[in-house]
T-cell receptor, first 113, second 113 residues
C-alpha cells in the first residue's frame, strides 16, 4: 500500500543553520505530495505541496521538489529561525487510495538561538 | 482563521465516563477524519467519513464511535473512558480531489484519570 518514510528526529539546529528533512514515498500512480507543520498546542497546517513530478512547492522560506525518479520530497530551508521549531509531517494523497492522506511519522525540529 | 473547530480543547475526566468530542467545519467538505496522536507525534487514523451517513473505522483499532448526520458535523464518542484513551485527538476535513490538503482543527487533549 501507499506509505511515507521520513527522517527520524529529533533534529536540533542552531539559528541560521541549513535544514533538510528527508522524505521518500511508495505509491500507486502519481500522488500529490505535502508537507505539514504542527506548532506546539495546535493542529497540523499545510506548509507546501506539489502535485506533479519536478514541481517545487515553497512557503515561508521552505522548499521541496517532487522527484519522481527517486520517489522523494525532501524539505529544505536555507536559514532556520527559532520560530521554525515544530513537528513536520510529510504526506501523500492519490486517487488510487480513495484520496485519503497518508502521513509519515513526523520529525521534531528544535532550533536554538 | 479556523474553518474547522474542535471542542473542548482540553478535557480531564474520570474512568467510566461517557464523552463526546465535537468537530465542525464550515467549508462544505464531504470527507472528514479523526486522528489519534501519540506522544511520539505519529498520527493514527481511527475513523473517517466520506459523506452524510457514511462512517468507517480507520487503521488503528479504537473503542470510540462516530456519526455523520450533517455534512458539517462529525462527533466522536467514547462510551466508557479509560486511562488508555488519554491522548490528543485531531479532526480534519477535505474535498474529494487528490491535490487538496487536509484542514485540521486545533485538537482535543483528553486525559482520563
Amino acid at each position: 500500500g501507499d506509505s511515507v518514510t521520513q527522517m527520524e528526529g529529533p533534529v536540533t539546529l542552531s539559528e541560521e543553520a541549513f535544514l533538510t528533512i528527508n522524505c521518500t514515498y511508495t505509491a500507486t500512480g502519481y500522488p500529490s505530495l505535502f508537507w505539514y507543520v504542527q506548532y506546539p498546542g495546535e493542529g497540523l497546517q499545510l506548509l507546501l505541496k506539489a502535485t506533479k513530478a519536478d514541481d517545487k512547492g515553497s512557503n515561508k522560506g521552505f522548499e521541496a521538489t517532487y522527484r519522481k525518479e527517486t520517489t522523494s520530497f525532501h524539505l529544505e530551508k536555507g536559514s532556520v529561525q527559532v520560530s521554525d521549531s515544530a513537528v513536520y509531517f510529510c504526506a501523500l494523497r492519490t486517487k488510487y487510495n480513495n484520496n485519503d492522506m497518508r502521513f509519515g511519522a513526523g520529525t521534531r525540529l528544535t532550533v536554538k538561538p | 482563521e479556523a474553518d474547522i473547530y474542535q471542542t473542548p480543547r482540553y478535557l480531564v475526566i474520570g474512568t467510566g465516563k461517557k464523552i463526546t468530542l465535537e468537530c465542525s467545519q464550515t467549508m462544505g467538505h464531504d470527507k472528514m477524519y479523526w486522528y489519534q496522536q501519540d506522544p511520539g507525534m505519529e498520527l493514527h487514523l481511527i475513523h473517517y467519513s466520506y459523506g452524510v451517513n457514511s462512517t468507517e473505522k480507520g487503521d488503528l483499532s479504537s473503542e470510540s464511535t462516530v456519526s455523520r448526520i450533517r455534512t458539517e458535523h462529525f462527533p466522536l464518542t467514547l462510551e466508557s473512558a479509560r486511562p488508555s484513551h488519554t491522548s490528543q485527538y485531531l479532526c480534519a476535513s477535505t474535498t474529494g480531489t487528490d491535490n487538496s490538503p487536509l484542514h485540521f482543527g486545533n485538537g482535543t487533549r483528553l486525559t482520563v484519570t
